[in-house]
C-alpha cells in the first residue's frame, strides 16, 4: 500500500462479506426476538442538534464533555453524530407524540454510533448497538419484560457466561439523601481522589462510584449503599421486579455500586456483563429514566430500556451459528450463442428464489465447473452449442455426481421440484 491510498480512520471497521454474515445473522435474531416481545422498530437520524445530548445525556458525562463528534454545519447550527440512541429514541417520541396514540410503546433499534474514545478490542469509535425504550408504564413487570428480553436475545445467540448485575437507585428524592451521605463518607478520603473524581465530588458524586482506579474501588467498599435509602414505594417497586426475576428464572446478583449518575434514571438499573471479553467486559446496560420525557420538554412519561454492544456481542457468538447465502444453481456454459439463453435462465432462477450464478468471465468449461465445485453449490446446469439446438441441458447433481437431461422449457419447473 503507497502513501496515496487512503485508509479508514482510527475506530471504525469495514465490515467485509465474511462478517456481515454474522452481523446479518444478529440482526434477524433480534428482530424476531423483540417481536415476540411486541417491540416495533424505530430509526432516528444519524445526527441531532448538539444539545439534545449535552441536556439529556448530560454535560458532565465523558461523553459529552470528550467524546462527541460535534460541528458547526454551514447554517450555523451546533450538530452532533449520534453518542446513543435513548435521547433520540425519546426526543422521537415526544416530536409525534406518539404517547398520545398510544397508551404502551416499545420500540427497538439497530444502529451506529460515535464517540471518540480510545480505540482498542471492543472499543471503537463507530460502534453499533441494538436496543429497546418502553415508554408508558411505571410498572415493575415492564422492568422485567426488558430484562428478560435483553436476555432471551442473548440465549438465542448461544452466549455463555453472562451475568446480570441488577441494583435500583430509587427516585430523585432518595438520590438527594444518598449523595449527600456519599460526600460525607468521600470527604475524608478527597485528597486521594482522582482528580476526574475531585470533578464529580459537587456536582455528580454518584458518578464517583462508577471509577475503575483500584485505590478509589478500595475507598468505596466502606461507602454508604443506595439501598439503604430507598423509599417505601421504591423498594417495594425494586422487590417486584425481583420476584418477577425469580418467576422468570432470571439469575442475578444485586449490585449496590451499580449507579447511574443523571437525574432523571430512577429506580431500576441493570448491566449484562460477560466473563469471556476481558478488560471490555459490559455487553448491556439499562434502566430506568422516569423524568427523561419531562427533561426534553414533553409530557411527564415513564420509560425503561437497554443498549447492547454488537460488535462485543460478536465477539461472544460461536460461528456454527452463521448461515451464508450460499449459491444453490451455477450455469456453466460454453460459446457465445448460448449468453443471451443463459443470462435469461439466470433470472428466471432467480425470480424463483433460487440463488443462482453464471460464468462472467467468459472461462473454459473446466475452470467454470471447478468455480461451481469451489462455491459448494447443489446443481450445475451445463449448456453449450449442443444443448441448444437440442434444446436438453444437462443438470448435474454435485453431491452424486449424477447429469440428467432436462430440456430447456422445463428447467424451471425442474429446478424447481429438486431439494437444495
Ligand atoms: P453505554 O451506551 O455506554 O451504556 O453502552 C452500552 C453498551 O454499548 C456497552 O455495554 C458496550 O457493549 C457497548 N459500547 C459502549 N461503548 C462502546 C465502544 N466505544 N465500542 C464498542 N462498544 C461500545
Known sequence: MNNKTIRAIKGTQDILPEESIKWQSLEDQIRKITSHYGYHEIRTPAFEKTKLFSRSVGEETDIVSKEMYSWTDQGGEDLTLKP?????????????????????????????????????KGRYRQFHQFGVEAFGSEHPEIDAEVIALAISIFKSLGLEGLKLNLNSIGSPECRINYRAALQKFLKPHFSELTE???????????????????????????????????????????????????????QYKLMPRLVRGLDYYTR??????????????????????????????????????????????????????????????????????????????????????????????????????????????????IIGDKE?????????????????????????EHMNSLSF
Not at 90 to 119: T, V, W
Not at 205 to 230: C, F, G, Q, V, W
Not at 337 to 363: G, M, W, Y
Open 84 to 120: 446513543e440512541l435513548t435521547a433520540s429514541v425519546a426526543r422521537a417520541f415526544i416530536q409525534h407524540n406518539l404517547g398520545r396514540i398510544n397508551p404502551i410503546n416499545k420500540l427497538y433499534y439497530i444502529d451506529a454510533l460515535f464517540r471518540r474514545e480510545r480505540p482498542q
Open 388 to 412: 441448444l439446438e437440442s434444446n436438453q441441458l444437462e443438470v448435474k447433481d454435485f453431491l452424486t455426481g449424477n447429469q440428467q437431461k432436462v430440456e430447456l422449457n422445463k428447467i424451471i
Open 268 to 381: 431500576t438499573t441493570f448491566e449484562i456483563t460477560s466473563s469471556n471479553l476481558g478488560a471490555q467486559n459490559a455487553i448491556c446496560g439499562g434502566g430506568r429514566y422516569d423524568g427523561l420525557t419531562e427533561m426534553l420538554g414533553g409530557k411527564p412519561t415513564p420509560g425503561i430500556g437497554f443498549a447492547a454492544g454488537m460488535e462485543r456481542v460478536l465477539l461472544l457468538m460461536k460461528s456454527k451459528q452463521f448461515n451464508k447465502n450460499k449459491v444453490q444453481i451455477y450455469i456453466v456454459s460454453l460459446g457465445e450463442k448460448t449468453r443471451a439463453t443463459v443470462i435469461k435462465l439466470a433470472q428466471d432462477l432467480r425470480n424463483q428464489s433460487l440463488n443462482t450464478e453464471f460464468d462472467l468471465l467468459r472461462r473454459s468449461l473446466k475452470a467454470q465447473l471447478k468455480e461451481a465445485n469451489k462455491m459448494n453449490v447443489k446443481y450445475a446446469i
Open 196 to 250: 476526574t473524581s475531585q470533578k464529580r465530588f459537587n456536582d455528580n458524586p454518584l458518578r464517583i462510584l462508577d471509577t475503575k482506579a483500584s485505590h478509589e474501588i478500595k475507598i468505596l467498599e466502606d461507602a454508604p449503599n443506595i439501598s439503604d435509602y430507598l423509599t417505601n414505594e421504591d423498594q417495594t417497586h425494586f422487590n417486584e421486579v425481583i420476584e418477577y426475576l425469580d418467576i422468570l428464572e432470571i
